[in-house]
C-alpha cells in the first residue's frame, strides 16, 4: 500500500518522538523506584535518630535525677535547670509523632507514662522519674537495635536496587538509542527512496512531454472528477495535473498542427483555383463576348450566364477557403462581406452587424482568422437549421474582453445535439486554440439560439 507523502514526512519524526517519550516515561517510572527506595532508607534513619536521641537524654535526665535526689534544696539551683532542660529534651523526643507513628505499641505506652510525668518534672518526686526512665531505657535501646539493623537492611537493599537499576536503565537507554538511530536513517533512506522514484516518474513524464514522445500507455485520459478528489497526496495530485496537461497539450498542439495545415492547404487551392481555372473560365468569357455581335450565335448569352455563374460561385468559394478581405480590408470587411454573398435571396432571413472597431487594433491577424471561421460557421447554422427570420451578429469589447455572440429567433437547437456536430465541435476547438469560451443558450428572442464567445485579450486597453 502507497503512504500518502504528507504522512510519509512526518512518519520518522513521529515514531522517533513516540519512542523518545516512552524512553522518558520508563526513566520517571525508574527514578520514582529509586526516590521511594531512598525514602524507604530516609525513614528508618530518622527513626532511629530520633530513638537514639531520646536514649541519650532519657540517661542524661536519669543522671541528673538521681544526683539531685541526694542534695538539699539550697543546692539544686544549677543541676535543677539542667534536669528541666533535658526533661524537655526527652519529652519534645519521646512526644515526636514520626516516633510514635513508627514504634510498637508496647513502647508506646511506656512513652505516653513518662510523657506524662516530663511535661511538669518539678511537680514530681525524682524517684518517680527514675523509676519511670529506668523502665522505658530498655525498650528504647531494644528499639534502637531494631531500627539500626532495619536501617541498615534498607541501605543495603537500595544500593543493590540502585545498582541493578542503573545497569538496567544503561542497557535499555543504550539499546533504544542505537534502535532509534536505526530506525531514523531506515525511515530517512525509505522515504528519501520512494519521494526520487515518485519524483522521477514526474521527471520522465514531463520529459517524455517535451519532446513529444509520449506513448499510449504514458498518456492516459484525463482522470474523472471523482477519482482526481481521492488522490492520496499532493504528489498524485501533481502526477494526474501533470498527465492532465500534457493530455490537453498534446491535443490542443495536435488540433493547432491540423488547422495550421488546414489553413494552408485552403490558401494553396485557393491560389490555384484563382491561378488556373478561374483565369481560364475568364478567358472563355471573354471569347463568348467576341461572339455576342453575331446574330448566329443566339445561344451565347445563355452560355455567357451560366460562366458568369461559374465565376461567381468560384470566387466565393475562393473567399470562404481563403478570405483575402480579412487580410486586406480587416476583420469587420470579411464578415459584411460573407453576410451580403450569404444573405442575398429574398427568402434569406434579415441581418444586422454591430461591430466596434477598435477591436481590429487589439487582435492579430491569427485570432482575426478564427474569429471569422467561428463566426461564419454559426451564422451558417443559422441559416441552415434554425429555420430563423432574423439574426444578429454582434462583436463589442466590454473592458478587456472581447463578445462575439450570433443570435436568431428560430426554433432553437436541441440540448443532444450542441457537442455532436461537426461544425459545432470545430467551433469549439479553435475557440480553445486562440484560449477563448464558447457558450449556447437561449436567445433573448421568444424563440431560438445565442451562440456566445469570450476571449480575454492579452493587451490591455
Given at each position: 500500500m502507497k503512504l500518502p507523502f504528507r504522512y510519509q514526512f512526518v512518519l520518522a519524526p513521529l515514531i522517533i518522538t513516540l519512542l523518545l517519550a516512552c524512553l522518558v516515561t520508563y526513566t520517571l517510572i525508574e527514578f520514582s523506584n529509586i526516590k521511594q527506595g531512598n525514602k524507604e532508607t530516609r525513614r528508618w534513619e530518622v527513626l532511629t535518630n530520633l530513638v537514639h536521641t531520646s536514649i541519650n537524654s532519657a540517661i542524661q535526665l536519669n543522671t541528673i535525677a538521681q544526683e539531685l535526689q541526694t542534695k538539699n534544696k539550697t543546692e539544686e539551683d544549677d543541676d535543677f535547670f539542667n534536669y528541666l532542660e533535658h526533661a524537655n529534651i526527652l519529652s519534645n523526643s519521646l512526644n515526636n509523632k514520626f516516633l510514635l507513628e513508627h514504634v510498637p505499641s508496647n513502647l508506646k505506652v511506656k512513652i505516653k507514662s513518662s510523657e506524662i510525668l516530663l511535661r511538669e518534672p518539678e511537680k514530681h518526686k525524682y524517684k518517680i522519674i527514675i523509676n519511670s526512665i529506668s523502665k522505658l531505657?530498655?525498650?528504647?535501646?531494644?528499639?534502637?537495635?531494631?531500627?539500626?539493623?532495619?536501617?541498615?537492611?534498607?541501605?543495603?537493599?537500595?544500593?543493590?536496587?540502585?545498582?541493578?537499576?542503573?545497569?538496567?536503565?544503561?542497557?535499555?537507554?543504550?539499546?533504544?538509542?542505537?534502535?532509534?538511530?536505526?530506525?531514523?536513517?531506515?525511515?530517512?533512506?525509505?522515504?528519501?527512496?520512494?519521494?526520487?522514484?515518485?519524483?522521477?516518474?514526474?521527471?520522465?513524464?514531463?520529459?517524455?512531454?517535451?519532446?513529444?514522445?509520449?506513448?499510449?500507455?504514458?498518456?492516459?485520459?484525463?482522470?474523472?472528477?471523482?477519482?482526481?478528489?481521492?488522490?492520496?497526496?499532493?504528489?498524485?495530485?501533481?502526477?494526474?495535473?501533470?498527465?492532465?496537461?500534457?493530455?490537453?497539450?498534446?491535443?490542443?498542439?495536435?488540433?493547432?498542427?491540423?488547422?495550421?495545415?488546414?489553413?494552408?492547404?485552403?490558401?494553396?487551392?485557393?491560389?490555384?483555383?484563382?491561378?488556373?481555372?478561374?483565369?481560364?473560365?475568364?478567358?472563355?468569357?471573354?471569347?463568348?463576348?467576341?461572339?455576342?455581335?453575331?446574330?448566329?450565335?443566339?445561344?451565347?448569352n445563355t452560355i455567357d450566364k451560366d460562366v458568369l455563374n461559374v465565376i461567381n460561385n468560384l470566387r466565393n468559394i475562393i473567399d470562404d477557403l481563403h478570405p483575402q478581405v480579412l487580410e486586406i480590408l480587416g476583420l469587420e470587411s470579411a464578415l459584411s462581406s460573407h453576410l451580403t454573398r450569404h444573405f442575398n435571396h429574398s427568402t434569406c432571413p434579415k441581418y444586422h452587424l454591430d461591430f466596434d472597431a477598435n477591436i481590429e487594433k487589439h487582435i492579430s491577424i491569427e485570432i482575426k482568422l478564427s474569429l471569422y471561421r467561428i463566426i461564419t460557421e454559426a451564422i451558417t447554422n443559422a441559416l441552415k437549421h434554425a429555420q430563423c427570420s432574423q439574426v444578429e451578429i454582434s462583436l463589442r469589447l466590454n473592458s478587456n474582453l472581447l463578445i462575439a455572440s450570433v443570435e436568431d429567433n428560430g426554433i432553437g437547437m436541441p440540448e443532444n445535439t450542441i457537442f455532436k456536430g461537426y461544425g459545432i465541435s470545430n467551433m469549439s476547438e479553435r475557440a480553445l486554440l486562440i484560449d477563448a469560451s464558447v457558450k449556447w443558450h437561449q436567445s433573448r428572442f421568444a424563440n431560438g439560439t445565442c451562440f456566445k464567445l469570450a476571449l480575454k485579450l492579452k493587451e490591455p486597453l
Open positions: 531505657l530498655p525498650a528504647l535501646e531494644h528499639q534502637y537495635k531494631i531500627s539500626l539493623a532495619k536501617r541498615r537492611t534498607a541501605i543495603l537493599e537500595y544500593h543493590h536496587k540502585l545498582k541493578s537499576t542503573n545497569s538496567r536503565m544503561t542497557t535499555t537507554l543504550l539499546s533504544a538509542l542505537i534502535a532509534c538511530i536505526i530506525l531514523a536513517i531506515g525511515l530517512t533512506i525509505w522515504g528519501l527512496k520512494v519521494t526520487r522514484s515518485r519524483l522521477k516518474q514526474l521527471s520522465e513524464r514531463a520529459h517524455a512531454a517535451s519532446i513529444h514522445q509520449l506513448t499510449s500507455d504514458q498518456n492516459p485520459k484525463r482522470p474523472n472528477k471523482s477519482k482526481y478528489s481521492n488522490s492520496l497526496d499532493e504528489l498524485d495530485d501533481l502526477e494526474k495535473s501533470l498527465t492532465s496537461m500534457t493530455s490537453q497539450l498534446l491535443k490542443v498542439v495536435s488540433v493547432e498542427n491540423v488547422f495550421r495545415g488546414a489553413e494552408k492547404e485552403r490558401r494553396r487551392i485557393a491560389m490555384d483555383m484563382h491561378d488556373g481555372i478561374l483565369a481560364d473560365l475568364t478567358a472563355i468569357n471573354r471569347s463568348v463576348e467576341s461572339y455576342r455581335d453575331d446574330s448566329s450565335l443566339e445561344s451565347i
